[in-house]
């Protein structure tokens, strides 16, 4: 007897080759009916016997295309209405709940064997795609994911083309970036300035080889904007795009073939699976001692920032092993957001690279390389970008009826997010928002968010900080808005991304967060949830007159430090010496300190990083945020077992950590100990949290602890913190697939304006 269902999939299932693969399936099977997709939706209407639908649902499910994800299955059963054939009818713009556009997938090994192949008419085409791989976020122009509505649309299929695009059978049936040397893109080599000669296709690839292979600097257009590249194992060639960039010391990260990547580092079985997955992100893995990847790449570093090529200009400009490892940074100057368009590419980086190797394949939005480092099997996410967006999560159950709050994120590496309906968008990774090029990013990325997702907010949240441009935006432009607590957002955020319930005890570690006393917090324990915290311990807040000069000039930080804790009288003369600190300066701030002048209140963890990362390396300057912290994270030797203790007090029901243990870190110093100093601060700071982590959560009950905050990107301290807990019995959530740092910020401020509003009653 013909039964007919009507079977309706969400999730990622829009180019990726979905609607293809259910056509496949249906047809194997010998189905009849129609397959469509509505917005981010695939329905399939289909008749045959029980089994037959049986098997059908089975398979769907079993033998989905690996870059396909189902979040929800529905199956309805209807009346057979006698279909005659199987039909994929297009795509009607529905619902939208979704930005039913997929995230850029990494070139797939089947396209990478037509471009090794001399007989396929892909033979070294860097544009080679199919429904399993190539650009989508950053080509889709709007809803929904078809060939029209991508820039693709300006490149008519040819013959060939078209009959693999028609043809069920083919791994290019309906994908909607192929496109072959006859009809698709044309790579190109624009020389720089006084270079002459532009060129096309295997021309231009070698005109980049060649200025690579002298110690130039190419600036490649990827999928998500250009990169700079040069060779990594040409000191001087990294040294000078260092001064070109503007970009002193801050590590760089390395494009490597999968066989260099063995001869400069070691990675596990986890770090090389992510490295390989189709997200193709920046993995952070550790160096071999040996290897000659030039000392300038990351400076002071014991990991470097490697990644696979994931687009077919990519795979040929480093098909040779000379060129194995590439620096490939992104193209701007530093401060600047990501340069996307060609001809503004040629305009901002004309000062920086020797030549342009560029498609005609236009980049609708900007979007950086992700970043990620893998803590056991576990990646966690340091910067959302490329391959991971705009996918949603869902964050709660799917409630039509739900408000819609558009979160804006913090004004350091700034993301923003939407919550609607059940689900959480969170931005890519937009950058500082201190130049207008990146608020004008910042804004485009709020208006694209809420069009294509087709909400509008009922409430924008933000940041309590009243002197940061992402505050001002949002009470600016909107009418209803609500300031969320900095280190409260860090800690719903993990809550959010859990889907922990009850109260949770969180320990926020950051750099500076605004707090509700009006002082700067950054070393928290809150307990609450989503809704409401309530602050239970701190770093002791200190006197600070320094404020963000001392992150370019720490030894200025560990005056003040010193000077707040009653240390300078004892280590004044040590630390002047060590540092080498100019004593104009160092009078013009002692007079500060010793006047009235009240300053502001500070229990910054990341601050502590810096001034015990100046006293160990040295170091009286620091070019970018975390600089000294990651030097001295890179210190760390887990052989050496001894720790700092830290001073924990309870007073009013208030857990308070001493920085005080700045003296024992001179006397370690003073005695020639340096080299054990970062490890035992590191010890010594994560015993200490868990200790006060430990006592509060048993006086008040609860058992699962969240961390949250930039400092816990520090792989030690949250290796030593966790094991500590867990051997006590408590369960710690860590964040994941949100970066822990203000980059996931926005998640949590929605997550607390949606429970706000939900205890609101709407
Ligand atoms: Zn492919
Ligand atoms: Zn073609």
Redesign the pocket.
Known sequence: MTERVRVTVAGTVQGVGFRPFVYRLASEIGLTGEVCNRGSIVTVDVEGCGGDLAQFLRRLQSEAPPAARIDDLGVERLRPVGYQDLKIVSSEDGDRVSFGIPADLAICPDCLRDMAEPTS?YYRYPFTSCTQCGPRYTVSKRLPFDRETTVMEDFP??????RDYRDPGSRRFHAQT???????PVLRWIPGEGGEGEKTGEDALKAAKDVLRSGGVVAVLGIGGFHLAVNALNEQAVRRLRVKKHRPTKPFAVMMSSEAVKVHCVPSAGEWQALTSAVRPIVLLQKRPDSPVAGEVAPGMDRLGVFLPYTGIQVLLMEDADLSALVMTSGNLSGEPLAYEVEDGLRRLAGLAEGFLVHNRPILRPVDDSVLYVDGDVPRVIRRGRGMVPEGFRIGRRDEAAPVVLAVGGDLKNAVAVAAKGKLWLSPHIGDLDSPRAREGFRRQIEWQLETLGVAPDVVAHDLHPGYVSTAEALGNWEKTLGVQHHHAHLAAVITEHRATGPVLGVILDGTGYGEDGGIWGGEMLLGDCRSVLRIGHLEPLRMVVGDQGTREPWRLVVNYFYALDLWDRWADFVVDRLGIPARSLEALIRVLKSRYPGYRSSSAGRLFDVVGALVSRRTEATFEGELPMGLEAQVDPGVKERYNFHITERDGRWMVSPGILDAVCWDLAAGRQDRVATKFHRGFAAAWAEAAFRAATRHGVSTVAVGGGVWQNRWLLRWFVEDLENRGLRVLIPRRWPAGDGGLAAGQAAVALAKLREGGG
């Open positions: 008419r299929l040819c013959p060939e083309c078209l192929t496109a072959c040397p006859r009809c698709g």
